[in-house]
């Protein structure tokens, strides 16, 4: 998938010419697939072995043959997002990802979703699908993890250097974590972005740099509130 080649490498390259500029991150959090590029940053791997585990994920995804699915952004918190999914018998559908405390992404078949956005309106709910082509975070990728551990396990993964905070597992990842078999299981499980900036806020960082689109930026002041409100920027580019 050279979208998201492209998207691993742009973010790298962003990064690595703010670090030559003379920033001195002290932190890498990504999100979702973005956990790639922060390890690669953080030195568990070279760059372009980054590329391989990118393309490699890619093909375990296609090879899987997995049915039409996607994800839908509702416009609320996650326990309303469940108790629509409940009331609505939409049980093949789960919360995905937690953006915000008001936005809740939510994975599963496509025909379901389709229901669901139908629903959303009605129930006075913000809903919006999301261009992604498969429902990552929940179990319905679980034939997909297995391929894609197969695959990347004998390329040279190490320890990052610089732990990077990881949103999916709620923690810092550590010299004796076993890296391929994390990313692999990312595919089935859900992720805290909520958390994770709440994390990252108690080290006090005079600043978060988003490498790419200023989209994760955006969501960050809804996340921690005026209280809390820590500089944020973007590359010169965007």
């Known amino acids: 998938d050279l979208v998201q080649v492209g998207m691993y490498v742009s973010a790298v390259v962003i990064a690595r010419s703010l670090i030559k500029a ?17 390890l ?11 590329v391989e585990i990118v393309c490699h994920r890619a093909l375990a995804l296609k090879e899987a043959k997995l049915p039409p699915g996607g994800m ?6 996650e326990e309303r997002a469940r108790a629509t999914l409940l009331a609505a018998s939409l049980g093949d559908l789960d919360v995905a990802v937690l953006n915000h405390p008001l936005q809740s992404v939510v994975a599963g078949p496509r025909e379901s979703l389709g229901r669901l956005l139908d629903l959303a309106p009605k129930l006075g709910l913000g809903a919006r699908l999301l261009d992604s082509p498969y ?104």
């Open 135 to 238: 429902p990552f975070h929940t179990q319905a990728l679980s034939s997909a993890v297995a391929p894609f551990h197969q695959r990347i396990q004998t390329l040279a993964i190490g320890a990052p250097q610089a732990p990077p905070y990881s949103p999916i597992e709620g923690r810092y990842l550590t010299l004796g974590d076993d890296i391929p078999a994390l990313l692999a299981s990312h595919f089935t499980r859900p992720l805290d972005f909520v958390s994770a900036i709440k994390a990252v806020a108690t080290l006090k960082p005079t600043e978060i740099i988003e490498c790419g689109p200023p989209l994760l930026s955006r969501i960050i002041p809804k996340i921690l509130g005026a209280s809390q409100s820590i500089p944020l920027r973007t590359h010169p580019i965007f």
């Open 72 to 77: 839908v952004a509702l416009m609320t918190s």
């Open 22 to 38: 003379g920033a001195r991150p002290s932190l890498m959090l990504g999100h979702s697939a973005g956990e790639i590029p922060a």
């Open 40 to 50: 690669a940053l953080a030195g568990a791997f070279e760059d372009h072995v980054g």
